[in-house]
C-alpha cells in the first residue's frame, strides 16, 4: 500500500505540470488581459478606476497617466493615443515585460514552495485571499456532501430493498423534483421564506458569523455558526443528493440480483445480513467513486451561486470575480489549490475501497 501511495504521489507531479502549463496558455493568450482591461478603464469615462491599479508596489498614478499622448501605434487594442513608455509600464506592472516561458518557469518554481503571488487589484498576497475564503467553502463542502450521503445512501438502500412498492415512488417522485430543480432556486426559496423576503425573519441574509461572534461562549459560537450556515447547507443539500441516492439504488439492485446474493439467502443468512454483509461492500465502491467529484466540486460550481444570494465570501464567489477582473494571480492559484485538493481527495477515495472491501489490494495494481 505504501508503495501505491509513493506512485500515486509522484503521479501528481507530471498532472499539476500539465493543468498549470494548459491554464497558463489559456489565461496568458486569450484577448482581453490585465493589460488590455487596464487600457480600456483609462480610454473610458471610469476615472475612478485607475486607483485599483497595481493594489501594491508598482502602482501608477496620475503622473504617469498624463504621459498619455499622442498616435502611437500598439498590440494592444485600444491602445492607439497613449506612449508606448507606458504600455510597457503597464506590462512590467503585470508581469507582461518578460516572454512567456520565462513567466511560466517564474510560476512553477514559485509554486513549489506555495509562493502564489499578489493579487493585481486586492493589494494582498494570492495564499492570504485563499486561506481567508477557505472557511467559507470548505463549510460549505464538508456538511453539504456529509449530509447529502448521509441521507442519500440509506435512502438509496430502502428504496432499492422497496422497489416498486408506493415507498419507492413516492421518494423517486421527491428525487426527481431536487434533481430537476438548481440549488440555487432553493436557496432564493429558503430566502423569501425564512429570511424576511416575505413570510418568516428566522435566519440570517448574510455570513457565516455574527459581527459579535468574538465575544460570544464557545457553546454560543457553535449556535451561531449552526444558524448562519443552516440555509445555505440545505440548498446545496437539496439540489445534489438526489444523484448520489438514485446511484445508490441502481447500484444496490445490480448487487442484489446477482447470484452470490441467492447463494447467501439458501444458506439461510437473515436478510439484514445478506445486505449489509455481503450486498453493501460491493455497491458503495460506486458510490464512493463518485465523492471526489462531489466533494471538490461543491467547493466551486456547487457553492458560487450559493454564495453569491446569502452573501458568503468564499472561493468559488473569488475565483469568479478574480476571472472576470483577469485577476490572473487569483485565477492561477485558484486553479493550482483545487488541483491538488482534488487529487489529494482522489487518493483518500481510492484507498477508502481498501476500507469497504478488503479483496482489493492495490499493491498489485499499476497506477
Known sequence: MLAYIARRLLLMIPTIFGIMLVSFAIVQFVP????????????????????NF????????AGAMARAGGDVSSRYRGAQGLDPKFIKELEKQYGFDK???????????????????????????????IKEKLPVSMSLGLWMTLISYAISIPLGVRKAVKDGSRFDTATSALVIFSYAIPSFLFAILLVVLFCGGSFWQIFPLRGLTSDNFADLTWPHKVLDYLWHIALPVSALVLGSFATSTLLTKNSFLDEIK???????????????????GHVFRNAMLIVIAGFPGAFVGAFFTGSLLIEQVFSLDGLGYLSYDSLIQRDYPVVLGNLYV??????????????????????????????
Not at 497595481?54 to 498614478?61: C, D, E, V
Not at 516572454?99 to 494582498?124: K, Q
Not at 469497504?356 to 489490494?361: L, W, Y
Open 99 to 129: 516572454p512567456a516561458p520565462e513567466r511560466f518557469w517564474m510560476l512553477v518554481r514559485d509554486y513549489a514552495t506555495f509562493n502564489l503571488g499578489r493579487s493585481y487589484y486586492r493589494d494582498a498576497p494570492v495564499i492570504d485571499l
Open 54 to 61: 497595481g493594489g501594491g508596489s508598482g502602482q501608477l498614478g
Open 338 to 367: 483545487f488541483a491538488l485538493l482534488g487529487m489529494a481527495v482522489n487518493l483518500i477515495s481510492d484507498l477508502t475501497y481498501t476500507w469497504v472491501d478488503p479483496r482489493i489490494d492495490f499493491e498489485t495494481r499499476e497506477v
Open 258 to 276: 446477482k447470484s452470490y446474493v441467492q447463494t447467501a439467502r439458501m444458506k439461510g443468512l437473515s436478510e439484514r445480513r445478506v445486505l449489509y
Open 32 to 51: 482581453g488581459g490585465p493589460v488590455e482591461r487596464a487600457i480600456a478603464q483609462l480610454q473610458g469615462d471610469d476615472q475612478s478606476s485607475t486607483a
